[in-house]
């Protein structure tokens, strides 16, 4: 198993670092700032002008787009802003996910930020080529931002069979019926593109019954209900929300790759995501242990700095060692899905989606924890970079769910059936 970067991907490594710290890192604060006061304003859904200056820097620098895959980049990469006319492999990538990750603002700045990376990946390996001009051109060179409908709020959603919107095909149209939430990005104003996951055929195997549909977020009958939060965040300019969908009515060529295959898409979407996400999280964790070394020695109580009292040694160590593992066990999971793609790594997949949002969430708990009160307030990161870490711990899947296809693969080795 080769974990080395490519030497093309070491260059890009160092280069998305620099950028980071002297381009992203010296303004964050003052982002945080200004969309507070948006907020506290009463509009924070506008995005920022900084973003955009960022982006346009990065671009220019041949740092955009840099989670495209090598087997789809070559038509795309010259055009929207990489260099070189080819991608990255998931190992190539891991390490820049895990920089961006250490900042809020970074992968939006580098057009790499979820969901728009996932639907992005979607329309690359299963959209048509009339999707791909209409829908992945733009998203690609961001002028707009898309959003993913599949968690439904009458549902248990952990099991996406469950899932009851209703996506039928009618003569040449798709009818869209039902509701969705904790769809990610539809808050943003540019947000044009929704990929929604609903039932077509309640007939067909339950593998084979939803599709996955376009529907443009300016089609009729679509309605943003609100804007949900997560535990008192509400993650702006893209934020979450519940959306009705009334008789929305898209032309059948908006299905991606043909009715009753949204699980074969999900597979091959959520493989290369969960990296993404792990590998942004041990990022997050990074940069919480490092504020957590900062205070401990900064600051003293009872005569010693606090790194030396109540354990915090053993709970530094601990950190590293855990976020050393992770990092290992993600970086092995993306050279199998580079190996041979979903199907080589189903349980790898499944732990690092289990084993890098509980790290993280101990890891930045324990940042918290050093930091006193001022670890809840807005004064640190702390704060967001734990429910971030919560958060994921259900996203694209809950912990249990995870652990339950690794217990089953596993037990499949010694001859249990399916």
């Not at 409908?149 to 040449?172: H, K, Q």
């Not at 919480?288 to 109580?301: H, M, V």
Request: aromatic share 6%.
């Amino acid at each position: 198993m080769d974990l080395t970067p490519s030497p093309r991907a070491i260059d890009l490594i160092e280069r998305v670092r620099a950028f980071i710290e002297t381009e992203i890192a010296p303004v964050e604060g003052d982002y945080q700032r200004d969309l507070a006061a948006q907020r506290a304003a009463g509009d924070p859904w506008r995005p920022l002008p900084v973003i955009e200056e960022l982006r346009a820097k990065a671009r220019a620098q041949g740092l955009w787009n840099l989670f495209l895959p090598v087997e789809h980049a070559g038509p795309y990469a010259e055009r929207f802003g990489t260099r070189g006319g080819e991608g990255l492999s998931n190992v190539d990538y891991a390490p820049i996910a895990e920089l961006t990750g250490r900042s809020h603002i970074a992968p939006a700045v580098f057009n790499c930020d979820a969901p728009d990376t996932g639907n992005m990946e979607v329309l690359l390996r299963y959209g048509s080529e009339e999707q791909k001009e209409r829908w992945l051109e733009p998203l690609l060179d961001a002028r707009i931002r898309s959003a993913f409908c599949m968690t439904e709020p009458d549902v248990a959603s952990s099991d996406a069979t469950n899932m009851e919107l209703r996506a039928e095909v009618v003569g040449e149209e798709v009818v869209v019926n039902g509701r969705k939430w904790w769809s990610t990005g539809i808050g943003h104003p540019d947000c044009e593109l929704l990929i929604v996951m609903g039932l077509t055929d309640p007939e067909a195997d339950r593998h084979h019954r939803h599709s996955m549909v376009i529907v443009p977020r300016s089609a009729p009958g679509v309605r943003v209900d609100r804007m949900l939060d997560t535990m008192g965040f509400q993650d702006e300019p893209g934020g979450h929300g519940e959306v009705t969908f009334t008789d929305v009515r898209v032309p059948l060529s908006n299905v991606i790759a043909g009715p009753g295959r949204a699980f074969e898409i999900a597979q091959g979407r959520l493989g290369p995501g969960r990296v993404h996400h792990c590998m942004r999280l041990i990022g997050l964790a990074e940069r919480a242990l490092e504020l957590a070394c900062e205070r401990g020695l900064s600051r003293t109580a009872f005569g010693r700095p606090i790194a030396n009292l109540g354990g915090n040694r053993e709970r530094i160590a601990d950190a590293r060692i855990a976020i050393d593992s992770a990092r290992l066990l993600v970086l092995g999971t993306a050279w199998k899905l580079d190996q041979g793609g979903p199907l080589n790594a189903l349980s790898e997949v499944s732990q690092i989606k289990v084993a890098v949002p509980n790290m993280a969430q101990q890891v930045v708990d324990f940042a918290i924890q050093m930091h006193g009160g001022a670890g809840m307030s807005g004064d640190f990161p702390l704060a967001g970079a734990w429910t971030n870490a919560r958060a994921l711990r259900l996203a694209d899947g809950p912990d249990e769910v995870h652990r339950g296809v690794v217990a089953r693969l596993e037990l499949m080795k010694h001859g249990a059936r399916r």
